[in-house]
């Protein structure tokens, strides 16, 4: 694994352990040549899943962005962080489960909403609104950039 800090290739691994119900394992790395210090999770991927956007343009699904949106949309909620992490993981072995390796990126925002609906109404309200406002609702770079604490659609 390639140290983010200095883009050393050889890394160590100073610690594993099971992480998030022994859904994941998270190991603490070492980098020998600068001295940082990271942390990796490893997953078991079920299937490689693809998301095709309205246009139809296709892209490797990643699991980071999901997170991303969810958090920000969960921003200050009282929900534990172990909470969000299984949350996300039942998403995503949903979303591999459904038989098809390829899944309309709408499709994953209504599971998200869905999702949300039943463990926050303020989390769920702030990605629907923003949802629904993204007319193509494909772009999840956009998206994120635009589901920010407090983004309201009075505001646009
Ligand atoms: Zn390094």
Redesign the pocket.
Same mark, same amino acid.
């Given at each position: 694994m390639r &140290?983010p800090? &200095?883009?050393?290739i050889d890394?160590q691994v100073k610690d594993s352990r099971p992480a998030e119900e022994h859904v994941s394992i998270r190991r603490r790395r070492f &980098?020998p040549?600068?001295g940082?210090r990271f942390t990796t999770y490893e997953r078991v991927q079920l299937r490689d899943l693809v998301v095709i956007k309205s246009n139809g343009r296709r892209e490797d699904f990643d699991r980071d962005k999901l997170e991303r949106s969810i958090r920000i949309a969960l921003q200050k909620r009282p929900i534990e962080p172990e909470r969000v992490d299984q949350m996300i993981s039942g998403i995503v072995r949903r979303l591999e489960s459904m038989g098809e390796t390829d899944i309309p990126s709408k499709q994953i925002g209504e599971i998200v909403m869905e999702t949300l609906a039943r463990i926050d109404t303020v989390a769920y309200v702030r990605f629907a609104s923003v949802y629904k406002n993204f007319q193509a609702a494909d772009d999840f770079d956009k998206f994120v950039s635009e589901l920010r604490p407090g983004a309201t659609l009075a505001e646009k």
């Open positions: &140290c800090f &200095c883009g050393h890394t &980098c040549a600068c940082g």
